[in-house]
């Protein structure tokens, strides 16, 4: 035993704390002489790290294709398990009501990049693409109903997309000094002035247009359906490889596109862990040609119709996908410095032939009913947003630009008029939960919508029809109510008509109008079935 005038002798425990402070401290010397920090980075990295993240946090926007508002596992459908996208919703938060800013794909998506209705910026129909009115006019099979196929004035080049005068949120945010990058699906302009490293974009890897086959069609390791009563869908058999551009070349698929997009969206990730980035991650599923990897469709043998067995085994590995995202960045340390954003373009096809996918609404994708709208919208950022709660109230894709733009400290160009609003205020409880009083349009030639507060209405030329529906009573719209209340429809249009003044007339022509029955395909539906004109 040590006497009081004898230093104590340390023990085994004290004598590697004290070699780990001085293993610390000598770390911290090394970094300051040489720059290099005590995990391998260098002084660029670790200064970024240090001090470059405050006020920017990493964004993360995860677009599905075609994905309805009943296809994940926490909107209850007992068919599919998507735990990752789930999360994001878990430990963040889930809208009520998150609507697509338009019912099809390109104006969606561009409504969504630029936080404005498309319309106002002439994007009504999806780009020109030569040949797809071979799609539509009968050269790759008959459609449930005949589309009428329309004439076709191909734009200019540079104007067949996204138009110029328009900002991304790309560009916002690289202004800011972020990283930027885009993987998966563009569809906003083929030209070179239209594509994402021509829009704000760093990096991108995807595919320019709309739809590219998942994997090779004798792939042993793919399970595939095919829908033979849609043109569309034997068009794009028929027309498509499994091909991926990267740096600027068009190669073959190394892997199943989802799990190739999940790749690259990993390694964008990871290459940018040390400084603000914004990652634009579309992916390419669940939108037709159906294609699944063999492993997940064999699991799903509780699913008897072969087409729904496909479609949601897709579901399922892009929900793999995510979670390969989500643990990148949780391996980078990134968990609490990263916004992570979940919705889709718009909801499920109706060319699939899948009834639940858009439960418990009406329509479809290419419809302004609910189930052509109201998709899944899911965001987390932890710490800031509270967890597990459903935010009550009406949100829009619109929304993502002012949204960011607040939460990084980005400046919004004060040139144009934003469609969007800036959640965070009701998020984060420093404002009241106004967001059921809201206006939200939506237009395709002379299919108008509108919803304001609790009502909406939808208006038609082809055919001529209206319909009128209080939301709040009844949310799925079975009970139309413009003969009862004329005025209500008159103030609607007047609304309406009022917004439109700000939109302008189409850039381009379209190449079909497309039949859709609301509530889906019947072999004995008549022209009494309620139905709309799509324009595409």
Not at 170 to 199: M, N, Q, S
Not at 217 to 243: C, M, V
Not at 351 to 368: A, V
Request: net charge neutral; glycine share 8%.
């Amino acid at each position: 035993m040590p006497t009081s005038q004898e230093p104590a002798r340390p023990t085994g425990r004290r004598r590697r704390l004290a070699r780990g402070i001085v293993l610390s401290v000598a770390c911290l010397a090394l970094a300051a002489a040489t720059g290099i920090a005590p995990d391998g980075r260098g002084p660029a990295a670790a200064q970024a790290a240090e001090a470059g993240r405050s006020g920017r946090p990493n964004v993360i926007v995860i677009l599905a294709d075609d994905l309805g508002h009943n296809d994940l596992s926490i909107a209850g459908n007992p068919l599919v398990r998507t735990p990752n996208i789930d999360s994001i919703g878990r430990q963040g938060v889930r809208f009520a009501t998150g609507y697509a800013a338009d019912a099809v794909c390109a104006p969606s998506r561009a409504a969504l990049l630029t936080g404005r209705y498309p319309q106002r910026y002439g994007f009504e129909y999806l780009p020109y693409l030569p040949g797809f009115q071979s799609a539509r006019d009968g050269t790759y099979g008959a459609d449930r109903h005949k589309p009428m196929v329309l004439p076709l004035t191909p734009p200019p080049p540079e104007k067949n997309g996204l138009a110029l005068s328009e900002v991304t949120l790309a560009e916002i945010l690289k202004a800011r000094g972020y990283r930027t990058g885009a993987v998966g699906k563009w569809h906003l302009g083929y030209d070179p002035k239209l594509t994402p490293t021509a829009r704000g974009f760093d990096e991108f890897v995807g595919v320019l247009g709309g739809s590219s086959l998942y994997a090779d069609q004798k792939d042993p390791d793919t399970a595939s359906a095919r829908l033979p009563w849609s043109g569309i869908d034997n068009y794009l058999w028929e027309t498509r490889k499994a091909q991926i551009q990267k740096d600027g070349k068009t190669g073959p698929l190394p892997k199943y596109m989802t799990y190739a997009l999940a790749d690259e969206a990993v390694g964008f990730v990871e290459r940018n862990r040390d400084r603000p980035f914004f990652l634009y991650l579309a992916f390419t599923a669940p939108h037709n040609p159906l294609q699944a990897p063999k492993a997940i469709y064999d699991r799903l043998d509780h699913i008897k119709d072969e087409k729904t067995r496909v479609y949601y085994a897709m579901i399922e590995a892009m929900d793999e996908a995510v979670g390969r995202v989500l643990a990148a960045v949780e391996q980078a340390g990134l968990a609490d410095d990263t916004i992570i954003i979940f919705t889709s373009d718009n909801g499920g096809a109706f060319y699939h032939e899948i009834p639940q996918e858009n439960l418990p609404y009406r329509g479809w994708k290419t419809s302004y009913f609910e189930g052509g709208v109201n998709v899944p919208f899911l965001m987390r950022w932890n710490g800031r947003l509270p967890a597990g709660r459903t935010v009550p109230g009406v949100v829009s894709a619109l929304d993502i630009v002012p949204t960011v733009a607040s939460a990084t400290g980005a400046r919004l160009p004060r040139d144009r008029e934003f469609d969007g609003r800036d959640l965070l205020p009701v998020l984060t409880g420093t404002a009241a939960n106004d967001l059921d009083g809201r206006t939200l349009v939506w237009r395709k030639e002379d299919y108008r919508a509108i919803r304001h507060g609790r009502w909406k209405l939808q208006t038609t030329k082809y055919p001529e029809a209206v319909w009128l529906h209080d939301l709040e009573t009844d949310p799925t719209e079975r009970i139309n109510l413009a003969a009862r209340l004329p005025d209500k429809v008159r103030e609607l249009q007047a609304l309406f008509a009022e917004r439109e003044k700000a939109f302008a007339p189409p850039a381009w022509t379209p190449a079909a109008r497309t039949r859709i029955d609301i509530d889906g395909y019947s072999p004995s539906a008549g022209d009494d079935v309620e139905h709309i004109y799509w324009t595409n």
